[in-house]
């Protein structure tokens, strides 16, 4: 089934009217047959609905408080409710969209957020795929200006996030494809059926709610939200055979893998977290009796005058198993740049090599040309509405060239 392209009318509101909007009980969001939506913003008094509206409809020919009726009556009559405040009203439109490069072809100028990519709010992917953007570009910027951190660190944010992206955009579509799914069977048969109690009324309810309850990706794609796998990036040192586990949406698989995010566990004491004891910039993680290969890579780092924290932890088996390696380099932001191979017997010139790649030192020729996956993206089940004109797009940009 295809997304259509269509709009929503949205109007931010307070009622302390509470016994007709609880009047199903206490919720976050309502997601009625007709494609209304009501989300509550603060459990107290502050709402806001949302209705399908045609792709040219005039704000000004529908009243905001009408609108909240229409939501909340469902496929049934208007419901009216007391409303206190209506504190703003706009009409929006839902887009899947990604830019095709995230920085200019200079390198100097990145974009972040919903100017580089756009998703349906269905599993509010939007915000916080745009705080993960910035959070990777913050850090590596800081690095450079530091003057630790080289060129490549800055090229490896658009490995990093674009693909983040594409994924989040894609899985928020068929969140939607979920509630398009019954919308359109329940419009389909109708009202009377839809709120009545005969044997038909009964089965299309127990339909919904069947179907809801399977795909309930929407609140708990954990694999979306935590297993982020950074496989395309030249400041990982990836291993010769990396053994992924089977990437879903559904499920997060901790994992120290070059690229991953490194686990969180708390230590024997039961308190602390291992994360409150990495450095503020890169750390060496080592839980080796010995701790030689962290000690080497860390004198190395000060040598060069690179941050590194190190972080012996000889006595933490149980860490060091859900950690899989003896020693491991973590980032800023948490995820593993590299781990040690077990057995393996290390030189100064083999760590020498490991940091200067995960600090971006390395000499790697800059990233000008468009990478693989960078072809015209179709999201699946979203039907393309419009060309864009690009010419418009360009101008309006104009004044920064
Ligand atoms: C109905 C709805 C529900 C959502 N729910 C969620 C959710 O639950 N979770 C979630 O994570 N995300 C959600 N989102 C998405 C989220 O709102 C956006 O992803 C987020 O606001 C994007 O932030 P941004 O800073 O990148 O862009 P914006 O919020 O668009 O900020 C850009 C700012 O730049 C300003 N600007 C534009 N051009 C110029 C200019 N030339 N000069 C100066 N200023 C300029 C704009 O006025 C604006 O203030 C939702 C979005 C919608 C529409």
Request: negative net charge; contains cysteine.
């Amino acid at each position: 089934m295809a997304i259509r392209p269509a709009a929503m009318y949205l109007v931010h509101f307070r009622s302390r009217d509470l016994s007709r909007i609880h009047r199903q009980g206490q919720f976050w969001h309502i997601f009625f047959t007709h494609g209304g939506v009501i989300i509550s913003q603060d459990e107290v008094d502050t709402w806001t609905t949302h209705l399908p509206v045609p792709l040219d409809f005039e704000q000004s020919s529908m009243d905001p408080r009408v609108q909240i009726y229409k939501v909340l009556g469902g496929q049934g009559p208007a419901f009216e409710i007391d409303v206190d405040e209506i504190l703003v009203s706009s009409v929006w439109r839902p887009n899947n969209a990604i830019a095709d490069r995230y920085c200019s072809p200079g390198g100097r100028a990145f974009i972040a957020g919903d100017a580089a990519h756009q998703n349906i709010p269905t599993g509010g992917y939007g915000m916080n795929t745009g705080l993960g953007d910035a959070y990777d570009i913050a850090w590596k910027l800081a690095m450079v200006l530091k003057g630790v951190g080289g060129a490549t660190l800055l090229d490896s944010y658009e490995n990093e996030r674009r693909p983040v992206a594409i994924r989040n955009v894609q899985r928020a579509a068929e969140h939607m494809g979920v509630h398009q799914h019954y919308v359109e069977k329940c419009l389909e048969a109708g009202s009377e059926v839809v709120i009545g109690t005969s044997a038909e009324s009964l089965a299309i309810k127990e339909y919904v709610k069947k179907h809801v309850n399977t795909h309930d990706g929407e609140n708990r794609d954990s694999g979306i939200e935590m297993d982020y796998r950074l496989q395309d990036s030249p400041v990982i040192v990836p291993e010769a055979q990396p053994s992924w586990p089977e990437w879903t949406p559904k499920a997060y698989a901790p994992s120290t893998i070059p690229g991953s995010r490194a686990p969180h566990a708390f230590l024997k004491d039961g308190i602390t977290s291992i994360y409150d004891l990495f450095g503020k910039e890169y750390t060496v993680v080592d839980f080796s009796k010995e701790g030689s290969v962290s000690r080497m890579i860390w004198q190395l780092a000060k040598f060069e005058g690179l941050p590194l924290t190190l972080l012996h932890l000889p006595d933490e088996e149980l860490v060091r198993t859900i950690w899989q390696r003896d020693v491991t380099l973590v980032r800023p932001d948490h995820f593993v740049a590299w781990r040690a191979t077990p057995g393996m017997v290390y030189s100064k010139g083999d760590l020498s090599q490991v940091l200067k790649q995960v600090f971006g030192r390395a000499p790697e020729p800059r990233n000008d040309k468009p990478s693989s996956g960078r072809e015209a993206i179709a999201f699946q089940g979203v039907e393309r509405s419009f060309k864009q004109d690009l010419e418009k797009v360009e101008s309006l940009a104009a004044f920064q060239t």
